[in-house]
């Protein structure tokens, strides 16, 4: 007699294992250049948005505290902030003479954004030694800092009557759903 239980395959072979793993293997050979490209991206896109939070609330500043704020970019470590005083130092401490920092209750508070948490990410600038906030006005000397990780760029820009705008490069139709700079 033939026990039918007994003859019936259950599992899979090795070479069905294999085949699988390799399946897999392809897919993700495929997947991973563009889990790149995307976590660049973001780099790019976080530091941009960083700065431009940083230059809005510069204006912002200048106008609450009446008083104007000047920016300072420093490309070679890869810093920017903000103080009532031209050409600050975002390098420096809180406490430190020259440094990025505006008084609140008392209490000197950095006002910077440095290239650490952006690596990939390159930062320059045509800011002639910085731009100034003006506080009755809220107008600004015209300038931009540009942002590349890759093949891609994101500006930040201010206008002469300090509009701040995050925009992709002269040349470039959109980068990450920002529009073309002016």
């Not at 793993?21 to 780099?43: D, G, Q, T, Y």
């Not at 430190?96 to 505006?102: I, N």
């Amino acid at each position: 007699m033939h026990n039918k239980k007994a003859s019936c395959q259950q599992g899979f072979t090795l070479i069905e294992a294999m085949i699988v793993i390799a399946i897999i293997a392809i897919v993700l050979s495929l997947a991973v250049p563009s889990f790149n490209e995307f976590f660049e991206k973001n780099r790019l896109k976080r530091a941009a948005e960083e700065v431009y939070g940083l230059v809005t609330k510069a204006r912002a500043e200048s106008i609450i505290r009446d008083s104007n704020m000047s920016i300072a970019v420093n490309t070679g470590t890869w810093c920017l902030g903000y103080a009532a005083a031209p050409g600050c130092d975002c390098t420096a401490g809180a406490n430190a003479v020259g440094a990025c920092s505006v008084p609140i209750a008392g209490t000197n508070v950095l006002q910077v954004v440095d290239g650490s948490n952006f690596d990939g990410v390159a930062i320059a600038n045509d800011f002639a030694g910085g731009t100034t906030f003006n506080a009755v006005k809220g107008t600004a000397s015209a300038g931009s800092v540009s942002l590349s990780a890759g093949g891609w760029g994101l500006d930040i820009v201010v206008s002469n009557m300090g509009r701040v705008l995050i925009c992709a490069p002269v040349g470039s139709t959109s980068t990450m759903g920002y529009s073309a700079c002016p």
